[in-house]
Nanobody, 127 residues
């Protein structure tokens, strides 16, 4: 059974930092490209960051570029999202997602590209 479990969310003041983790199980993690998305009530799910299965390529949404770093540890089946200089508008439920990738350098930025999702972790940034 494929499972993604996010952790690391919480309440933080504006300007603070958080590191989200997503632990994967039930899949050959190194064969999967990974992504982070976020969603607030009443809004569409929004792409945040993506990383290739090798970890060699990454892509960020303009809204977080320069304030986030996505990384992965294939030995630990985990992908991370380090967020800096958090803003109140970063408040959302953050989801990680996985998709099988034949090309080690590809990343994916559309939600429809992913077929496995975690349950989400809440990030709240207070002003």
């Amino acid at each position: 059974q494929v499972q993604l479990v996010e952790s690391g969310g919480g309440l933080v003041q504006a300007g603070g930092s958080l590191r989200l983790s997503c632990a994967a199980s039930g899949l050959t993690f190194s064969m999967y490209a990974m992504g982070w998305f976020r969603q607030t009530p009443g809004k569409e799910r929004e792409f945040v960051a993506a990383i290739s299965r090798s970890g060699g390529s990454a892509y960020y949404a303009d809204s977080v570029k320069g304030r986030c770093t996505i990384s992965r540890d294939n030995a630990k089946n985990t992908v991370f999202l380090q967020m800096y200089s958090l803003k109140p508008e970063d408040t959302a439920v953050y989801y990680c997602a996985a998709t099988h990738a034949w090309n080690g350098n590809n990343y994916y930025i559309r939600g429809s590209d992913y077929n496995t999702w975690g349950q989400g972790t809440q990030v709240t940034v207070s002003s």
